[in-house]
């Protein structure tokens, strides 16, 4: 890493020690629900695709087979790897460096490095519209978004949002983008058409981050500073209910099927939660509480609504739920502190190494595309 590099980062490093503690503000003190049973102790079979998990304190990226809930390989070389996200076609995955200040493309086959872009201070979370052609990428350590064009490799917009910009979605229609700014009460609203904020709507204490109901007609979002999942209605950018689930939730995730919400509530390290909190969509209330791991922090649910994948923080698993069952079903170790995950439908290449260093360039110079 280059002086200019090593520069940067401290401010920016500063600054994560100060802003809400691994994504969350102090947790207030978890409610008591009776939790849903629990886990076995060997990995049982799931679907084809891959788990991508950021281990932000391993610097490193851990593939997870989905078929046999077994790791497929670990990818080194992302330094504060905080988040991901797979394309909408499945055949690559970005990532954020939040030491580097950098979104990296990786190839979900060969797991080469296709290119870098540098984004703002501090990157967080990143996404990509359902046409795969932009990508967003939150800037905890200068609040704002950057906007990425994806053929072209390069940042094409900077946009200010409110104070630390954490979690992000954007819409089933690809019209709108919403930003939980985590250390405010405000979601930030952009239109995707012009790149730029419409809208700051008030929400409540710290939110974390957002989903998608996937006919776009709400965004629900965790409240970490209320342990509350909080619902807008999109059409009209308004506050239309709250609902109180575990201590200290993190990220947010509609089932596809529209019949779920799940929160993964992480407390606090001095106080870790260990569960997920399951809100019925029809009556926007918490049916059921899943035991989980120390710290369960990110949610992703596969296409076929089947299974979810928590990443345990503080534990260094990934805990998969059987959506049918309401029960953990298998756990999966990581590297340290896992965060961000996400979901590929594509099969899992065969034959990967145990590990594999990435060959990441200084500065966002890309590389050749395959």
């Not at 590099?5 to 500063?14: D, F, S, Y």
């Not at 296409?303 to 698993?317: G, L, M, R």
Request: aromatic share 6%.
């Amino acid at each position: 890493m280059n002086k200019f590099l090593i520069w940067k980062i401290m401010p920016a490093l500063i600054i994560a020690t100060v802003v809400l503690s691994a994504c969350g503000a102090p947790a207030k003190p978890e409610m008591t629900e009776q939790p849903a049973q629990t886990q076995p102790d060997q990995p049982v079979a799931g679907l084809d695709g891959t788990v991508w998990v950021a281990d932000e304190e391993g610097n490193s990226i851990t593939v997870i087979n989905a078929a046999t809930n077994q790791v497929l390989t670990t990818l080194t070389g992302v330094e504060g790897a905080h988040n991901l996200q797979v394309a909408p076609d499945g055949k690559t995955v970005w990532a954020v460096s939040g030491h580097d200040s950098l979104a990296i493309k990786i190839d979900a086959v060969t797991f080469e490095v296709h290119g870098v872009v540098p984004t703002g201070m501090m990157p967080t979370h990143i996404v990509l519209t359902p046409d795969g052609k932009k990508a967003y990428a939150t800037n905890g350590g200068d609040n704002t978004v950057t906007v990425i064009d994806v053929e072209a490799m390069s940042a094409i917009a900077t946009i200010p949002v409110g104070e630390y910009p954490h979690g992000l979605r954007v819409s089933p229609d690809g019209m709108w983008v919403y930003v939980a700014n985590a250390k405010s009460t405000t979601l930030s609203v952009i239109d995707t058409a012009q790149d730029v904020k419409v809208a700051d709507i008030e929400v409540g204490e710290h939110p974390v981050q957002v989903g998608f109901s996937p006919d776009g007609e709400f965004v629900y979002f965790s409240l970490n500073g209320e342990n509350a999942l909080g619902k807008v209605d999109v059409a009209a950018q308004e506050l239309v209910g709250k609902v109180d689930v575990g201590g200290g939730p993190i990220q947010v995730f509609v089932t596809p099927n529209n019949k779920f919400i799940l929160t993964a509530n992480q407390g606090t390290k001095d106080t870790p939660s260990t569960t997920v909190s399951v809100v019925d969509v029809a009556t926007f209330q918490v049916i059921a509480t899943i035991e989980t791991g120390q710290g369960a922090h990110g949610v992703v649910i596969d296409p076929s609504s089947q299974y979810a994948y928590i990443s345990n923080i503080y534990e260094d698993t990934v805990s998969v739920i059987d959506l049918e069952k309401m029960a953990v079903v298998a756990t999966v170790p990581t590297g340290m502190a896992p965060n961000g995950i996400s979901f590929s439908p594509l099969p899992a290449p065969g034959n990967a190494p145990a590990e594999i260093q990435l060959e990441i360039p200084e500065g966002g110079m890309n590389m050749p595309m395959p």
